[in-house]
DNA sequence: ATCTATTCGGATATTTTTGTCCTATTTGTT
DNA sequence: AACAAATAGGACAAAAATATCCGAATAGAT
């Protein structure tokens, strides 16, 4: 569905919110070690993230990565989707098609329809915050 | 969403599909042509679904790919999927953890859940015959 | 029998995605 | 000022997906 960098890159920012909340930077390795991600590529994907303003970075000593407290909430899934893979995923059409509309549909079009407008609404509508409170209170979980 | 693999895949057998209502059998050229896609790239991806027993080949002078008139009605979308790109599509996690259910959700997993499940439902309700006929009546397209 | 049109299948090439390495830069601490 | 701990970013490597090439096998037509 996602490719892995965009994987990396919601996990990634889940963590970051979650030490944000308690105002606790991370660094590269920290949130590598804690989704399981190589090390280098998570890091040009948080560069990614940080040139998209979804996340802040802080170079130097005691450095690492954090959202704005007061922003967690606000970030959509979609904006780090979209920063990292593009919106292909729920505006391109499902065969391929350089043009595919109502006017000139691919054969799958409108079975295809209601799953990519459910995706984007989903994408749309969740915020980081949910998902960081749901790893912090132990239902969902970042690795395994 | 797909492989290009799965897109090509797809577009042919409802090429094929098409064809067989009339017991015409299409080469590859044809195929390749109709769905604008590269040859030999097709030639593999067919080869694939002729090993699934989705479609049938016939080589030599007058030969080419046919699908049983009968079968088209059942043969769903599903399984040219399933036979090209598997099942991760709808059974993988959205982000990619080895174990991700109910006990051990990923972040998104429920969120995930009614995306995955509808296209699931979409893909193993839709049949080839239904595809072919929009492509018949000139409501769909197969390219540009 | 030979020719021709076709799929099959192995080898190879190209492109994209994923992943690694190393150096530069920044910034707090001592 | 020197050091240590970070991110930034360019160059490179490996793996996977996409694409091409070519000879082998098959089968109908002449």
Redesign the interface.
């Known amino acids: 569905?996602?490719s892995?960098a965009c994987?990396y890159g919601?996990?990634a920012s889940?963590f970051i919110a979650l030490n944000s909340y308690e105002s606790k930077r991370v660094s590269l390795k920290a949130i590598a070690k804690e989704i399981n991600s190589p090390e280098a590529f998570t890091a040009k994907i948080l560069q990614d993230l940080v040139r998209n303003g979804i996340i802040k970075s802080v170079k130097g000593a005691y450095g690492g990565f954090e959202i704005d407290k007061y922003a967690i909430s606000s970030i959509k899934?979609s904006q780090i989707v979209n920063a990292i893979d593009g919106d292909n995923?729920y505006k391109?059409c499902?065969?391929?098609?350089?043009?595919c509309d109502e006017n000139?549909?691919?054969?799958?079009?409108d079975?295809?329809k209601?799953?990519r407008d459910?995706?984007k609404h989903?994408l749309e509508h969740?915020n980081l915050e949910e998902?960081?409170l749901?790893?912090k209170s132990g239902?969902?979980?970042?690795?395994?």
């Open positions: 569905m996602f892995k994987e919601i996990k889940i899934l995923i391109g499902g065969l391929g098609l350089n043009t000139h549909p691919c054969p799958v079009h079975k295809f209601s799953v459910e995706l989903m969740t998902l960081a749901d790893i239902v969902a979980f970042l690795k395994t």
